[in-house]
């Protein structure tokens, strides 16, 4: 039998080999570990991004309860017409808690308990006042301690060539006149606080809006100032018959419809709204007023 031999370096390899296997396991180890302490940094900072920004939780319920709340008196308002205050504020009070359940239900997924009410004795009455497709306005005045939600769309194939309808918003009066220029028709709109000048070219389908308490003209702005109101205050259309269209306002008043247009009727101005988050992180408390489209002065 021929005899191996293993030459005088075969230990040498051996343990060569060996330490390749040991280094080899080692970097699989590392590399376990790596991963692993990739993987709880990336879960650790979406868990910080999910649920570390206490206050945008607040914020986020408040504006959607705001937002849902202002919609719903809206809605119930444009739908008042033969309905007396009280019973359109049974309407929000019912409608303000099924919005509270909804919302208390998505946030508690999120571990915040939240709570909103209407304020006992908060809610304002006031006046809903429109006329709708009308081929001129009329000539009214209504008491108003404010106004919200004010907006025109001006028929313009309904309108006096070169003589103004006007606004009258307690004494300082916005001219609304449709005007020609070499073939092309313009919507301006003259006066206010600032008295101003806003021109509006008319579009193909000849309607052009006029958004009062945003004091915007045809999608442009137009910062003719508003006048401060108080509970003396009155506000009104002269000259209707120059105007056309369709126009709504919601005012914050004490008369009755007595001398309005007929598609006008009683309507909740205003309500109160206490608003509640707890968080492990926070606790936030705070009472806002609803009332949607009021000018920002």
Known sequence: MAKVNRGRNGRGSDDRG????VAGIALAILFVALALLVNAAIYTDNVATRGGDSAGEALEY??????????????ENANGNGVDADSIDSNVSNGTAT??????RYHLRRAAVTNTSIVSGSREDGLLISETDSADFSDWSANASAVR?????LDTNN????????LDLNGTTLDVTLNETDGVEYITVSGGTENIECNREVPADN???FDVTAQRLGGGVCSFGWPDLDSDSEIGILDGINGGGSYELTVDSS????????DSWTAIYSVDLDIRVDTAKLSYE??????PGEPDV
């Open 18 to 21: 060996q330490m390749l296997l």
């Open 62 to 75: 408040q504006a959607g309860v705001v937002g849902s709340v202002g919609e719903l008196i809206e809605g």
């Open 99 to 104: 919005i509270d359940e909804t919302n208390r």
């Open 149 to 153: 939600a004010f907006t025109i769309d």
């Open 159 to 166: 309108m006096t060539d070169g003589s103004p309808f006007v």
């Open 207 to 209: 309607t052009v809006r």
């Open 255 to 262: 008369d009755d419809t007595t001398g309005l247009p007929a």
């Open 286 to 291: 705070r009472t806002v007023r609803i009332a």
